[in-house]
């Protein structure tokens, strides 16, 4: 057998490792710096140490903390312009997915020319651009240090994925104390979205002996960790086994890629502006059904172990459907609103089927699924929510 496992990134991790931001930047004699982050990062207060601590170190900084939800390109290319103008000769993101894969597609546009969606595909970025230091603060798409980078594309509505080493951040600092604030809601629906990763990239074509040993460790550190952070926000021990858990995921997705859940997420997201993490979180007990009936036995089994299910003595043909309600269960527990409620309406059900056909995550799922069976599943979600 032939693997291959990748991780460009520098990857440090535990509490407190944020504040090695600005040595870490005169390690790389980086001067000024181009902090890409969001209003609500901001208004949390998590922008305040950070910029701190670049001033007292008479760095130059120019931030750009207007980035919306589901990253769209427009703000790329604002944030690629005003990174120019400026000289940048670092970039820094601090924040969910949405800022660092801003950062991320701005920084392919420093170095390649564009319009950026050239990139959009399997190793398309030819040249890497500056230096970027990535600091999430939610434990959700572990864009800190995947290979990928996910932009809406506005006029086409669609979600372009840049997938490749040149995409990656260079450092990324991941603090479980940047989420130790975070609000329950969001919580959920990030954590949901780690666990979808762990769980797809376990049952991917491209899973690997390195990934098969690190995600179902992901799979039950986020599923053990999440309703009782859900719950208690204050609980910091399950807050740090989320991040980990997510981490493991990352490290797992950037090299198998995903599947049918992120398939459906993805133009939940284009379409009528569904948060990435909660499309996930609302598609992923179907999406796992849909796809079960090509996952190994002993792969079942070991999920079911991971969420912590009895195993003994009960068959995959018990186990696999089990999984599928223990994680429609937890949404019910995370209170993740229902497809309806996350504003999503039943005529863009035909559009959103074609398209999930066309996700790179599509490549990668065990079961090849046609646009109706997805329009089936769209359907069998407006119908658990009773409409
Ligand atoms: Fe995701």
Known sequence: MQTMFTLPTLVYFGRGVSRQLVPLLENQEAKRIFLVSDPGVRTAGLLDAPLNGLQEAGLQVRL????????????????????????????????????????????????????????????????????????PTTAGTSSELTVAAVISDEKNKKKMVFFGRNVAASIALIDPELTYGLP?????????????????????????????????EAIALIAAGLPLAYRNGAD????????LGCQLAGCCFSNTGLGIVHSM???MGAHCHV??????????????RYSMSRVPGHKIRRMAEALGLKTENRGEEVLGPAICSTLKTLTETLRIPTIAQAGVTKDKIPVMA???????????T??????????????ELFAHAGQ
């Not at 980035?67 to 690629?80: G, R």
């Not at 910091?236 to 991040?243: L, V």
């Not at 074609?354 to 990668?364: F, G, Q, R």
């Not at 065990?366 to 359907?379: I, N």
């Open 184 to 216: 329950p809601a969001l919580t959920a629906s990030t954590g949901m979205d780690a666990l979808t990763h762990a769980m797809e990239a376990y049952i991917s074509t491209a899973a690997s002996p390195v990934t098969d040993a690190l995600a179902p």
């Open 265 to 267: 997420a993805h133009p």
């Open 236 to 243: 910091t021990e399950a807050r740090d086994k989320i991040m």
């Open 64 to 135: 750009f903390a207007e980035v919306l939800p589901n990253a769209p390109d427009f703000q790329v290319d604002a944030a690629a312009e005003q990174a120019r103008d400026f000289g940048a000769d670092a970039f820094v993101s601090i924040g969910g997915g949405s800022s660092m894969d801003t950062a991320k597609a701005a920084n392919i546009l420093l170095a390649n020319p564009g319009p950026l969606r050239r990139y959009d595909g399997l190793n398309l970025v030819p040249k890497p651009g500056l230096p970027h230091i990535a600091i």
């Open 354 to 364: 074609e398209d999930s056909l066309k996700e790179l995550s599509t490549v990668t």
């Open 275 to 288: 948060p990435h993490g909660l499309a996930n979180a609302i598609c992923l007990a179907v999406g796992m």
């Open 366 to 379: 065990p079961r090849q699924p046609t646009a109706g069976e997805v329009a089936a599943l769209y359907r």
